[in-house]
């Protein structure tokens, strides 16, 4: 691929303006500073940089995000920072997209992508991709809203009762509970329809992948080849 159609590609601008970047000596091509706009470059294991920063060549952009509270999902905020500008800016030029969403006052794993096919897989509700959540309840949580929660709750506007895939009590007011749809303030409704209240919500895993240990609250990395492997062999 042509060095500045790959910078265009990867949201450092216009053609023109990747070209500008080339010619004054910013790029570099696995360690190596290229002033030539047009050479080809090969894209398997690349890691080029521009002003000293490394960026993998990516055909898409899938990122993982840890989420923090005061940020909307949404590339158009209405009251809040939009999670997006947590990102570089290249990564945004290049049109990425959370995958679902978690409302303003929920943390943890978000995921972030340009690639549309794989956006849809994991929000299509045929597939039933499992997300796990630790929730923070404001009374104590009982076996018996538990088994309320098992065997499904009636919501509002919901044609029939939903029911949570799995259900643990984690503390005297700490829930895990794994949905497999995605409606809206699913959980929030869940919980306050067996009679208890969210206080705080933290999304810890989509399908099989788990939020990394290592990430802070606003940080994000890379998902590997495995970790796209993962997510889409989910059911």
Excluded at 8 to 13: N, S
Excluded at 148 to 174: K, S
């Amino acid at each position: 691929m042509q060095l500045e159609r790959l910078l265009q590609k990867h949201g450092f601008g216009t053609r023109k303006g990747c070209r500008a970047l080339i010619r004054q000596e910013r790029v570099a091509v696995n360690g190596v500073v290229c002033d030539d706009p047009f050479a080809e470059i090969p894209t398997d294991d690349l890691v080029f940089s521009v002003d000293g920063v490394d960026w993998p060549y990516r055909e898409f952009a899938t990122v993982i995000l840890n989420k923090p509270a005061g940020y909307e999902c949404s590339r158009k905020p209405q009251h809040h920072p939009s999670v997006l500008e947590l990102l570089p800016v290249p990564l945004r030029e290049r049109g990425v997209q959370p995958i679902g969403r978690l409302d303003e006052d929920t943390t943890g794993l978000l995921l972030i992508t340009d690639d549309g096919q794989l956006n849809h897989q994991l929000s299509s509700a045929r597939r039933k991709v499992p997300k796990v959540y630790r929730v923070t309840t404001r009374h104590p949580v009982d076996e018996a809203q538990i088994a309320q929660l098992l065997a499904g709750v009636l919501l509002n506007d919901e044609p029939a009762p939903i029911a949570a895939a799995d259900a643990e009590i984690m503390g005297d007011r700490l829930l895990r509970l794994t949905i497999t749809e995605g409606k809206y303030h699913q959980v929030k409704r869940m919980v306050a329809a067996v009679g208890n209240r969210v206080d705080a919500l933290h999304r810890e895993a989509v399908g099989e992948l788990t939020l990394p240990g290592h990430l802070q609250p606003g940080e994000w990395c890379w998902l590997t080849p495995a970790d796209l492997d993962q997510l889409v062999k989910t059911k």
